[in-house]
């Protein structure tokens, strides 16, 4: 006779998130190249946000507040592509994110329009530091360009 005895949900729900994060790790796997090209200078004027102080970085915090752009590529079956990135930052926290595509390739137009229109949701309100995308609204090799990105401007920023 075969004995078996229930799993708790929490303990399935735990191994099941498990594998889902191994998942996501090796999806975000690709190769990716980035030129940084900032185009904007720590805003000096006026504060991001409410929260902090006009170009100058929070107690502790690691990066400058402003606005930051870096274009990412990525490479696809067919055709290397490029995105550019520009996020504001405020006391290490992204409060807004742009990013434009220049797809050569009907494909690319298509996933780089869904990761475009998902990667607000993914990385507003979060710090800097704690973001690295693999697959947004479908889209994983557009992550690698958009990654990327944000390490260029990371170095940009840094305090």
Request: charged share 20%; glycine share 10%.
């Amino acid at each position: 006779m075969i004995r078996t005895t229930a799993v708790p949900r929490s303990v399935r729900a735990g191994a099941a998130a498990a594998s889902v994060l191994g998942m996501v790790a090796l999806a975000g796997c690709s190769a990716t190249t980035s030129d940084a090209t900032p185009t904007a200078a720590p805003d000096k004027t006026s504060a991001p946000s409410s929260t902090g102080a006009a170009g100058s970085s929070a107690s502790g915090a690691a990066y400058k507040n402003g606005t930051y752009s870096a274009d990412g590529s990525y490479s696809t079956p067919e055709s290397v592509e490029k995105i550019s990135v520009t996020v504001t930052l405020a006391n290490d926290v992204i409060t807004k994110v742009e990013v434009k595509g220049t797809p050569t390739k009907r494909e690319s137009q298509q996933y780089q329009g869904q990761f475009i229109g998902g990667i607000s949701s993914e990385v507003v309100g979060k710090k800097i530091d704690e973001i690295s995308v693999s697959r947004v609204a479908g889209s994983s090799l557009t992550s690698g360009g958009f990654n990327k990105a944000i390490d260029e401007i990371k170095v940009e920023a840094k305090a």
